[in-house]
């Protein structure tokens, strides 16, 4: 007999002596091995009871099951630069080969001069004629390319490691176990939309059609062989932020989540519009507590705010308020990194 | 031992024996039963063999099996005009009724005068003026709602009968067979996404999150109980006709289609763009030629533009051109609707 017909008669034999086998699972492996138990741990599993147990007051249909993800600061790291930044400001110099006129012209004669301090000091304004002149007036197709060869080559300087690689542990856990639990997990983030399909499948398991973010426009043409391709255009179509991230969770999945994790006041919304709905439904939010393991930073904490990730003390206290739960880093997550020994 | 356990242990049995059991159903029953054999039945057996045998060298990868299907005149009866502007049309006297200053101005009076030759002379700018009234303004949940309450009361003229009555059965076959054979079906309409995700995942099998439409911003607010609730908003975020279909398609998806179905110019670009994908894509039409039993309509029958679904010669002429499958509703299908005896 076959391993895999083995494995389904196992399944045919536990359903037929009432045995689930998810809960047999569970008793076998801590499907969150590297959260530390506490309340966080704790209201992820109480969570997952609470929605997926038929008998439960709060149970919720398969197709209803929907969970949210900010990426920058609650997947990944963001501290002290968002990646797809880093990424638009290491696409800079070939842009610039490919229009020499812009090497006289702010702000990318300041990108070139290769300061980063300088770079740091450049107003929004001109943060977005950056992105615009790196992340469109490309196809698809191209774009998607060169995202890939830089992901396989950057490496972050801290820890000279590819930035896919700086996913939160405790978090790929926290996806596999809500998919195990029949949710679909989307990412939902205030960065690219096209950045982040690029990899969003092979790092996180989340299909590009799971991925909600920040959406320029394209625009459809013919190649000179009459084959029809799209082109990224500079039209912003969604900003995934603050507001942003429900209006784009009612575009682009037209579903309320029933839990959503984030890090920051772009995420407030998010957690709010995910707390009103019906249920139980669950509000997370990651602090970044841990400067020895990863970064602390954000008013939250005493310290001052950073160009990424403000976790104010006034989000903290609507956390508080409404019952969304903090999840410390420091405190909460036995690894943070699946490299760390 | 319960009935599912004996399905489960005759897949399980069927499997040890080397019996494909999806192959046996097929022996059994045709999933295309309301298709008469010709080459649109054909072109579909085919194209769903050379899709997801292993060994096919045309083979997709269940992640990537995608199908979009227009709505109006493809999966239901659009003429002698779309449903959802019938919908709009029905709104307006409530409209009316909370905005009494309406009733005096164009193109409100005309409606409100119930004269269906001066409805149907209205000009494009006016019936814009009506959509943006009737479909915006409200909160998410309350549009939902209203066009749940319409649904169960309107009735077609012709037949008598709801409007998601007059869907056509061979392609809800069709949709089902896509399913069985790994296919996530999505329809990419240029009706209102919101007004279809309603009614959606019960009439096609559809999920919200898998219909891509037409689409209007919302705006994030909070009531007088500070519950958060999203607006719809009279802000056109996605034209999904015409080339708004393929860049429709990759905002909401993110992948190309192996598979699109249309039935007029306003899909002819989300069938070049189909087609022009890797493998062996496939792109149909739905020709109504069927007085009879539904409408014949359309510039490629020889007959008179219509202000629905427009068929050209010239698009005819692509679609012979690009292998593009003609279905004729006269011929292909040996039923149109689940109701005919």
Redesign the interface.
Known sequence: ??S??RV??A??LA??FGLAPDSRALAQTDPLVSWNDGPAKQAMVEFIHATTDHASPKFVPP?ERIATFDQDGTLWVEHPMYTQVVYCLDRVPAVVKEKPELAKVEPFKTVLSGSRAAIAKLPMDDLFKILAATLTGMS?EEFQAEVKRWLDTARDPRWKRSHTELTYLPMIELLKYLRANGYRTYIVTGGG??FV?VYA?EVYGI???Q?VGT?S????GYDKNG??F?TKEPKL??NDNN?GK??GI??????RPYAAFGNSTGDR?ML??TK?GDGAPLAMLVLHDDAKREYAYGPALGLPDSKVGTFTQALHDEATKHGWVVISMKSDWRRVFAFEQ
Chains 1, 2 share one sequence.
């Open positions: 007999m076959k895999h017909v389904l008669l399944f045919v359903t037929a197709e698809v939309q096209d399909r499948e299909p590009p059609e991925v959406a426009g394209t625009r459809y084959r029809p799209l179509l969604l507001a429900p209006e009612h575009l682009m999945i037209g579903r919304q709010e519009y009103a």
